[in-house]
């Protein structure tokens, strides 16, 4: 399986400022997958970012709030817009390589 | 939406057996159960998966009922350290993407 490293692991930021998280897999992947999880809540897809294509959002999900960039293989970034309280969660990248894996987690924390 | 039923809690004794069932009445046949679980806010940890046949590895077993509309997860001996939340998946294999039910949170206890 894949081995992915996620940065930062924590930042707290000021409201109406945006964040870019990096993932960055050690080996080429097609598919990256964008998730979400609010506290106490389970994991929410935002999108999928395949490698020369635009982002897949899910449903409440839109590019002007949280843009992906996938410009090769092993590497995307996922950048929280315009933010507010409400943005706190973990954000979580994800690949397909041999069964899915998981980033550790990117703890976001907006005043 | 999540294709799966879990209950909320569990809890088990440390060395005990810890089942945890799954439904999924809506399971297409081209569709696997995964397991998952995660520890405390790190990232999802992959258990297990199968499409028909019970499966085992060294974490743990993985029943499918016959009609494939349940599943349950056997831990064998239960530690302290497994205690996480606990998320069973129905997806295509490797082609698509993991949505996350509201999972089973379980407490191993002393």
Redesign the interface.
């Known amino acids: 399986s894949a081995v992915i490293s996620q940065k930062p692991s924590r930042d707290i930021c000021q409201r109406g400022t945006s964040l870019t998280i990096q993932c960055q897999v050690d080996s080429q992947v097609t598919m990256m997958f964008w998730y979400r999880q609010q506290p106490g809540q389970s994991l929410t897809l935002i999108a999928t970012a395949n490698q020369g294509s635009e982002a897949t959002y899910e449903s409440g999900f839109v590019i002007d709030k949280f843009p992906i960039s996938r410009p090769n293989l092993t590497f995307s970034t996922l950048t929280v817009s315009n933010m507010s309280p409400e943005d706190s969660s973990i954000y979580l990248c994800s690949v397909e390589r041999g069964g899915y894996t998981f980033g550790s987690g990117t703890r976001l924390t907006v005043v | 939406d999540a294709k799966t039923t879990q209950p909320t809690s569990m809890d088990c004794a440390e060395g005990r057996a810890a089942n945890l069932p799954c439904n999924h009445s809506t399971i297409s046949g081209n569709e696997y159960v ?1 397991w ?1 679980r ?1 520890i405390h ?6 258990i297990i ?1 199968g499409l028909k046949n019970n499966e085992t590895n060294e974490m743990a077993s993985l029943i499918i009922t016959e009609d494939r509309k349940s599943s349950t997860l056997i831990l064998p001996h239960a530690t302290l350290r497994d205690t996480a ?1 606990y ?1 069973c998946i129905v997806t295509r294999y ?1 082609t698509d ?7 089973t949170r379980l407490q191993v206890f002393p």
């Open positions: 995964y998952y995660q806010s790190q990232g999802p940890q992959y998966h939340v998320y490797n993407k993991l949505i996350f039910g509201t999972g």
